[in-house]
Structure formats: structure tokens, C-alpha cells
């Protein structure tokens, strides 16, 4: 006998499984995919560099104009742009004491010792998720410096994600919630459990809100010990929002069936028994829904777990973000650069709006 699902929530169900709208784009962040590619990447080439500077100065990435830091100086201009023997070749000059400052004087560029065109590629490739071998190939510091851009996109992100969302709640009145341990649930008809060197030691608990396109998803890993339980109910308290309907797989649906405050809750059991034809494909519209965290799964099992908590954090930025990931970050650079250094405000931001 298939177990009773309120009409309501099969409404809510149907939704989830068979239709998914097409995402909007975030006011303020330039909505084309290939904005690198059509915008920047032409200014990456050499001869191009000034061009490359307007147009960071343009994007509030690189200061627009500089005061002489020179606490003995006493002029009241304003420092010239000039063309100099250096890495960006442009910098800052002040005609009355001739003190120098690099363009990238106090940016996200600042630590980083490279051309501004490297560390323009590497912030896509981090976008694109590309692996760091993709950067300076036998070059050891060029895979060092890459490390380190990647490292400074992933903690841009963190600041935005806990900056837009707090606590990152999830689901709301009526909105499916899907709640899944990778690798034990039902988030892959196929894992490839078996070929993994380590068998998956590494569990993760996934809570994917249904509302946004693509899903939102909210991951953490798990201990593995015999607390785990109450630390999943806690997880699901602390994340999905009361009156969310929540999915999800047959060993989690004893641990959650009676949570307080949350709407109804039905096992993926339940929700295939709804299957027309016994075809698997509410099975399958999950698999699609989970197939990126999935990917992101089966990567972090290699990484350490600091590497693979910053790994999580990162699909939850490329899940809300990665539609038009490179102009993101680009805007949430500018946004946390301005945060950490609250004396020079970047510009506003001038992205068309369409
Ligand atoms: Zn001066």
C-alpha cells in the first residue's frame, strides 16, 4: 500500500519532479555565461594592459584615482597614471615628491606576484572549476600563486554566502526540501562505490531547497559516529524552515517523520509508489536534482577535511552562482575587497543592466 500523501503536497511534489523553471539573474550582475570570454579575455593579451586597467578601474576592481600616501608630502592633486618598467606596466605617480604606487594598491590583486591577466584566467578557472593543473603546468610557483588565487575566490565566497544568507535556511511553507546522505541515499542510481580507493569514508549530510533553480543545496560533513543521528535532526532543525515538505530517503524518514513544525514528510519509497508505470522516474528527476552535489561528493572523499568543508562551501556558492559565475565573483570581490578595507571604497559598480 502506498503511504497516504495529502493532495496538497502531491501538488507540491509534481511541481519538484516535473517541472523546473528556468533561473533569474541576480539586479546588478551582468547576465552573459560568457562574459570572460566576449569581454575580458580580449584585453588579456599583451599590448592590451592599459586597456586591461580601465577596464578593472571601470569594474571597481583596481582603485580609479590615488592620493600621494606620503605623510611628508603637501600636495592636494591627485597622483597621475603613468606607464612604467613593472609587472602591470602602468602605476601611480605623484608629480610634486614622485612617489610610485602599483595599480593594484590595495586590491585583490595585491598579494598576488603575477601579470593581472594570470590572475584574471585563474579567477575563471576557479569559476569554471578547473583543476589547479590546468595553471602553470611544471611552473611549480605559478601552481603555488594559482593555489592561493583559488583559495582567496573560495574565501570570497564564504563571505558572501554567510554575508546573503546567515544561517542559510532552507524550504519555507509548501516548498519541497530534499534531506540525503551521500553515499548511502537515493542522490545517485549509480555510485560508483566499489571503484573509490577509500570506500567513501566520507559522509555528507545534503538538504537541498527545491524552490531555486538550480536547487540551493546546504551540505555538511558528517562524523561517522554513533552521535550522528541527532546531529542530522539538529542539522535539518537548524536549516529547514517549519512548514517545508521534506523528501527524503528510508533511513532517514524514522529520524525525521515526526519533526515539530515541519509540514509533512515523505520517503523516497513513498514518492515512487507515485511512479506512473513503476519507471523509477521520480528516482531519476532526483538523480538529476542531486547531480552536481554528487560530483562535488565523490571529489572532496581525496581531500583533507578542511579542503573538503571549503570544497562544500564552494558548491554552495556554484549553485546559486554559477549560471554567470565569472561576473559574480567579480561583483563579490569588489563587495569583500571594500569590506576589508573600509578607508578605499571601490567605485560603484557599473555592470550593464541590460
Ligand atoms: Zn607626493
Redesign the pocket.
Known amino acids: 500500500m502506498p503511504p497516504d500523501i495529502s493532495n496538497r503536497t502531491r501538488v507540491s511534489v509534481d511541481k519538484l519532479l516535473y517541472s523546473r523553471d528556468v533561473p533569474s539573474i541576480m539586479p546588478g550582475v551582468c547576465s552573459d555565461p560568457n562574459f570572460f570570454e566576449t569581454t575580458v579575455e580580449p584585453l588579456l593579451v599583451a599590448g592590451r594592459e592599459g586597456d586591461l586597467c580601465e577596464w578593472l578601474k571601470k569594474n571597481g576592481l583596481i582603485a580609479k584615482e590615488q592620493k600621494?600616501?606620503?605623510s611628508k608630502?603637501?600636495?592636494t592633486d591627485k597622483?597621475q597614471w603613468h606607464r612604467a618598467r613593472v609587472v602591470d606596466k602602468f602605476n601611480w605617480m605623484?608629480?610634486?615628491?614622485?612617489?610610485r604606487v602599483p595599480v593594484r594598491n590595495l586590491s585583490f590583486f595585491a598579494d598576488f606576484k603575477c601579470e593581472l591577466s594570470y590572475a584574471l584566467r585563474v579567477i575563471d578557472g576557479w569559476c569554471k572549476n578547473m583543476p589547479l593543473s590546468d595553471f602553470g603546468g611544471e611552473c611549480k610557483n605559478k601552481v603555488n600563486l594559482a593555489k592561493r588565487i583559488y583559495t582567496a575566490c573560495t574565501q570570497v565566497s564564504e563571505w558572501q554566502l554567510k554575508k546573503i544568507v546567515g544561517d542559510f535556511k532552507l524550504g519555507g511553507p509548501d516548498v519541497v526540501v530534499i534531506v540525503d546522505v551521500f553515499p548511502d541515499g537515493n542522490m545517485s542510481l549509480e555510485v560508483p562505490t566499489t571503484s573509490h580507493n577509500n570506500n567513501f569514508s566520507k559522509r555528507v549530510l545534503c538538504i537541498a531547497d527545491t524552490a531555486h533553480v538550480p536547487v540551493r543545496v546546504w551540505a555538511s560533513l558528517l562524523d561517522g559516529s554513533n552521535k550522528e543521528n541527532s546531529k542530522i535532526v539538529e542539522m535539518v532543525k537548524n536549516h529547514v524552515m517549519l512548514g517545508s515538505t521534506i523528501v527524503t530517503n528510508e533511513m532517514l524518514y524514522p529520524l525525521l517523520h515526526n519533526l515539530p513544525g515541519i509540514g509533512e514528510v515523505i520517503s523516497t519509497e513513498a514518492l515512487m509508489n507515485l511512479d506512473i508505470n513503476h519507471d523509477h522516474k521520480s528516482l531519476k528527476n532526483l538523480e538529476t536534482i542531486w547531480a552536481t552535489t554528487v560530483e562535488a561528493c565523490i571529489h572532496l572523499q581525496d581531500l583533507s577535511t578542511t579542503l573538503a568543508e571549503q570544497h562544500l562551501i564552494e558548491l554552495q556558492w556554484r549553485q546559486m552562482y554559477g549560471f554567470v559565475a565569472f561576473p559574480s565573483l567579480i561583483q563579490h570581490i569588489v563587495e569583500y575587497t571594500a569590506y576589508q578595507n573600509p578607508k578605499c571604497p571601490p567605485l560603484p559598480s557599473i555592470w550593464p543592466t541590460n
Open positions: 600621494c600616501p606620503n608630502c603637501l600636495t597622483m605623484c608629480l610634486a615628491c614622485k612617489k
